[in-house]
């Protein structure tokens, strides 16, 4: 079984976590995000909790894990993580 590795990273955030991540004003007053990084672009779109965020980024690309079209990382209300590929259990 393979794993996804989150580990805070404030110097990899991008300027689109400050406006539509978890933390953003813009999640606060709408209750919708785009916390997901691809290539340094927010995605999203949607209201989750922040446990949800994570089941969606890890179970959405379970089976191609380690895939260059997985998210770079989440944005989460308390700063950016980067979002790696571990194959050992």
């Known amino acids: 079984m393979a794993y996804y590795l989150f580990t805070k990273d404030p110097a ?3 300027p689109c976590c400050e406006q539509y991540g978890l933390g953003s004003s813009y999640a606060q007053q709408y209750g919708t995000a785009w916390p997901l990084v691809f290539d340094g ?3 999203g779109g949607s209201i989750k909790t922040v ?3 994570l089941d969606h980024a ?5 089976d ?22 571990d194959p050992a259990p």
């Open 41 to 43: 672009e927010c995605g």
């Open 58 to 62: 890890t179970l959405e690309w379970r």
């Open 12 to 14: 990899a955030e991008p």
């Open 64 to 85: 191609d894990a380690g895939d260059p079209t997985s998210p770079d990382g989440l944005c989460l209300a308390d700063g950016f993580y980067t979002m790696s590929y």
């Open 51 to 53: 446990q949800e965020w």
